[in-house]
């Protein structure tokens, strides 16, 4: 199961009078796992920025400008979504500027149903809760230290970990069973995520680091791992 996590950034509310998508970021899952596949692209939006929507996430016009027009990409991103669904964040903002972009190219518009409205889980999950982004990473106990301004693939990323608490935990198909799932081929082969072609940044501080090199080294010979 393919699902691709999306976010835009834009120059405001309303695509109908005249705003348009600036960023775009998406994450792709497979069977609930980050594969590593990102895609990410800024857009010049063929207009000004106002103050409003740089105060959100910090892109100027200055930066976007030697930017290529959605036009430009707009194919290349409907070849990566693909038919996957879109786990959005407030869907119905995202879906309408995405089909407003695509409209200017004469290309199908996306379907609704191939959306999956975060927000809308987590008012049902939570009713009354705060379910911004933010309020639901703190409830999760996701780090969101690195975003101090919105951006599209940095909140992909981090809706893609707040989506999979939403559905149950980081592996809502963990099961102990280890014979064949009822109704599914016993020797049906388990599909297993590929080998990322470069490896995660660790996630350590230096000041961590720091820390527990100076808790080793205190514990001296009596650290377990240090015995030949």
């Given at each position: 199961?393919?699902?691709?996590?999306?976010?835009?950034?834009?120059?405001?509310?309303?695509?109908?009078?005249?705003?348009?998508?600036?960023?775009?970021?998406?994450?792709?899952?497979?069977?609930?796992?980050a594969t590593g596949e990102t895609y990410h692209q800024y857009i010049n939006p063929q207009r000004d920025m106002p103050e409003g929507a740089f105060k959100v996430h910090g892109i100027s016009s200055d930066f976007l400008r030697d930017k290529p027009v959605f036009a430009k990409i707009g194919q290349a991103f409907l070849d990566f979504i693909g038919d996957a669904k879109l786990i959005i964040h407030n869907a119905s903002f995202d879906m309408k500027f995405l089909n407003a972009e695509l409209g200017r190219m004469g290309l199908p518009h996306l379907p609704m149903d191939q959306a999956i409205d975060t927000l809308a889980i987590a008012r049902k999950r939570f009713p009354g809760a705060p379910a911004t982004l933010d309020a639901l990473s703190r409830r999760f106990g996701i780090d969101t230290?690195?975003?101090?301004?919105?951006?599209?693939?940095?909140d992909s990323e981090i809706l893609a970990e707040v989506y999979l608490e939403l559905i149950g935990g980081r592996q809502p198909d963990f099961g102990l069973s280890t014979g064949p799932v009822a109704g599914g081929s016993s020797g049906a082969e388990t599909w297993r995520p590929a080998a990322r072609p470069v490896p995660?940044?660790?996630?350590?501080?230096?000041?961590?680091?720091?820390?527990?090199?100076?808790?080793?080294?205190?514990?001296?010979?009596?650290?377990?791992?240090?015995?030949?």
């Amino acid at each position: 199961m393919r699902e691709i996590v999306l976010d835009t950034e834009t120059t405001g509310f309303d695509p109908g009078t005249g705003d348009r998508i600036v960023e775009i970021g998406c994450v792709e899952l497979h069977n609930h796992m980050a594969t590593g596949e990102t895609y990410h692209q800024y857009i010049n939006p063929q207009r000004d920025m106002p103050e409003g929507a740089f105060k959100v996430h910090g892109i100027s016009s200055d930066f976007l400008r030697d930017k290529p027009v959605f036009a430009k990409i707009g194919q290349a991103f409907l070849d990566f979504i693909g038919d996957a669904k879109l786990i959005i964040h407030n869907a119905s903002f995202d879906m309408k500027f995405l089909n407003a972009e695509l409209g200017r190219m004469g290309l199908p518009h996306l379907p609704m149903d191939q959306a999956i409205d975060t927000l809308a889980i987590a008012r049902k999950r939570f009713p009354g809760a705060p379910a911004t982004l933010d309020a639901l990473s703190r409830r999760f106990g996701i780090d969101t230290s690195a975003r101090t301004l919105h951006g599209a693939l940095l909140d992909s990323e981090i809706l893609a970990e707040v989506y999979l608490e939403l559905i149950g935990g980081r592996q809502p198909d963990f099961g102990l069973s280890t014979g064949p799932v009822a109704g599914g081929s016993s020797g049906a082969e388990t599909w297993r995520p590929a080998a990322r072609p470069v490896p995660l940044p660790s996630r350590l501080t230096a000041k961590e680091q720091s820390a527990h090199d100076a808790f080793v080294d205190a514990l001296g010979e009596k650290a377990e791992w240090k015995r030949a």
